[in-house]
């Protein structure tokens, strides 16, 4: 089925463990971003890229790092966890931006940090 | 400021009934406004986009209104389902770059 799929959907990570958030898209979508939803807050976006090979910051992106070697792929990597970072993780693509088409996003990861 | 405010947090409604919920923005410039529902454990799924020269979008039970001007939006749901039980996010999007802004949501609970 065609989507934006996420793994894994469940994490538990101790403090200043490293680990990498999996998002892939068959979709043939130019966008690809990461949000994370805290409890009482709207999605906050974190990184953000508009193609291959390119990627910029978003609103809280400290802690973490992006990558886009494919138009399908765009993993999110956490370098050295910390409790602040508990939070759902989602993936979204969108055909172009965020102008006239709407985002697909992935099912969420949902991180724990101990 | 650019900040979507979404009103009631949460909402419980009985089953078959009609709920409005209603979003609040002040993003400027603006591109379009989008109603997304998010149920339990899941990502976001659109439910209506819509442009600054578009007042209504009905997408079956749901209907969202767009008034410019004031800077308010809402969605209607016609006859409740317990389906419909979810949180319901508004989602405004500036001119320009990529700015999304998202409201906190409401949680709306439907009841047998």
């Known amino acids: 089925n065609a989507g934006v799929t996420q793994t894994p959907k469940f994490q538990v990570l101790k403090t200043g463990q490293s680990m990498t958030l999996q998002c892939a898209q068959d979709?043939?979508?130019?966008?690809m971003s990461w949000y994370r939803q805290d409890p009482g807050m709207g999605l906050r976006l974190i990184h953000y890229s508009v193609g291959a090979g390119i990627t910029d910051q978003g609103e809280v992106p400290n802690g973490y790092n992006v990558s886009r070697s494919t138009t399908e792929d765009f993993p999110l990597r956490l370098l050295s966890a910390a409790p602040s970072q508990t939070s759902v993780y989602f993936c979204?693509?969108?055909?172009?931006?965020?102008?006239?088409?709407?985002?697909?996003f992935g099912s969420g990861t949902r991180l724990t940090v101990v | 400021k650019n900040q979507v405010e979404q009103s009631p947090q949460s909402l419980i409604i009985l089953e078959g009934k009609n709920c409005t919920l209603q979003?609040?923005?002040?993003?400027?410039?603006?591109?379009?406004l989008r109603w997304y529902k998010q149920d339990t454990g899941r990502g976001p799924v659109s439910l209506t986009i819509m442009t600054f020269s578009e007042n209504t979008k009905s997408n079956g039970r749901y209907t969202a209104t767009l008034d410019a001007d004031t800077k308010q939006s809402s969605l209607h749901i016609t006859a409740s389902q317990l389906s419909d039980s979810a949180s319901y996010i508004c989602v405004v999007i500036r001119s320009g770059g990529f700015k999304t802004i998202f409201g906190a949501g409401t949680r709306l609970f439907v009841k047998a």
């Open positions: 979709m043939n979508h130019e966008y």
């Open positions: 979003c609040n923005y002040t993003v400027s410039p603006f591109s379009n």
């Open positions: 979204a693509s969108s055909y172009s931006g965020s102008r006239e088409y709407g985002y697909t």
